[in-house]
């Protein structure tokens, strides 16, 4: 799977859009952008993922650059519940059925 | 609708002893996967299995280990002999297929602690 690269931590305050960045330069054209998160003791939760157009649903939105080299999960109104660790993943056709966790980004919320 | 279910949440045992961890996926998902957490670190793929068939145990530790995931019942982990590297919250993870846009939903983890 190819790697992907994503800030340690951010900070965002109560009720601001947050966006979270990810760069994955080496990206092919048949890999999926994943996204999940994981809350303090708890287990990784599904967020989002899309393959080249912008994705919405009811948790984020995914935009995806028209290189597809970097994407970005936005966070409409933070709240403190969104206090977690933030997963950018690719999954290739070709790859392996699991997920390959990096080490993500904090996030922060504050009241 | 229940979500992937792991039990125990938390299990001790001492060195030595065998510990067994269980997951229930979500209905109709046929396809489980467990990861381990160690303190501080990402979570780390261990075994992908099917119902009654291994599919993948590239993350498995050679020894000691073993994951089954039965025709009737929930899938076991398996750690015989523990040791205190051992200790560790294992995941657990299902879904209804293998293609690359299925997600995978996660259970709550078992906390497994070796004293």
């Known amino acids: 799977d190819a790697k992907t690269t994503q800030p340690n931590s951010m900070e965002s305050n109560e009720e601001e859009p947050v966006h979270l960045p990810c760069n994955h330069s080496?990206?092919?054209?048949?890999?999926?952008i994943h996204w999940y998160r994981q809350l303090p003791s708890q287990g990784p939760e599904y967020v989002i993922h899309g393959l080249t157009s912008n994705v919405n649903n009811r948790m984020a939105s995914l935009a995806i650059a028209e290189d597809r080299k970097s994407s970005t999960l936005i966070l409409h109104r933070a709240t403190l519940r969104d206090a977690a660790v933030y997963y950018c993943?690719?999954?290739?056709?070709?790859?392996?059925?699991?997920?390959?966790f990096g080490t993500g980004t904090r996030l922060t919320v504050i009241p | 609708n229940a979500g992937v279910m792991q039990n125990p949440r938390h299990l001790v045992r001492r060195r030595g002893q065998e510990a067994r961890l269980r997951c229930s996926p979500m209905?109709?998902?046929?396809?489980v996967y467990w990861y381990r957490q160690l303190p501080e670190e990402g979570l780390k793929f261990m075994v992908y299995?099917?119902?009654?068939?291994?599919?993948?145990e590239s993350g498995m530790p050679k020894e000691r280990f073993s994951a089954e995931f039965p025709k009737e019942g929930p899938s076991i982990l398996r750690i015989q002999q523990v040791v205190r590297g051992d200790s560790a919250a294992y995941f657990c993870?299902?879904?209804?297929?293998?293609?690359?846009?299925?997600?995978?939903?996660f259970g709550d983890g078992t906390r497994l602690s070796i004293l």
């Open positions: 993943i690719l999954r290739d056709a070709d790859g392996a059925n699991n997920l390959f």
């Open positions: 993870a299902s879904s209804t297929g293998a293609g690359i846009n299925q997600p995978q939903h």
């Open positions: 080496t990206i092919s054209g048949t890999d999926y």
């Open positions: 299995l099917q119902k009654e068939n291994i599919i993948d």
């Open positions: 209905k109709g998902h046929s396809h």
